[in-house]
């Protein structure tokens, strides 16, 4: 079970609240970090597009990735959210513990 972060960008911080609580309600996210006031430049339908958005950082494993971006689909507000995945490489081994332990569904959290 490899260790992921996934970076979601949302409309505002009550969306990315909704979104990262919904995750970790169904343990596939050990946690959810929202961070507010992320001012976005990009392009949408052949227009260039400024805003602000939040950002939801997840806590995840790799094999709980497809299902973790359909239910991320299934909660986000925006036709084609960004939902992207990057493994981590190394850390506190207790915390890594606990990540994989907090998205088991099993009997073996800690």
Not at 7 to 35: H, M, P, S
Request: hydrophobic share 40%.
């Amino acid at each position: 079970m490899e260790p992921i972060f996934v970076y979601v960008t949302c409309k505002d911080r009550a969306e990315a609240f909704q979104v990262g609580k919904a995750l970790v309600e169904e343990r596939l996210a050990a946690c959810a970090n929202v961070i507010d006031g992320m001012e976005s430049i990009y392009w949408w339908k052949g227009q260039l597009e400024v805003g602000k958005e939040a950002v939801l950082i997840l806590k995840s494993r790799y094999d709980l990735l497809e299902e973790l971006t359909n239910k991320v689909k299934l909660e986000h507000s925006y036709e084609v959210p960004c939902v992207v995945a990057m493994p981590i490489k190394g850390g506190n081994q207790d915390y890594m513990n606990w990540l994989l332990a907090e998205t088991s569904r099993g009997d073996n959290r800690l």
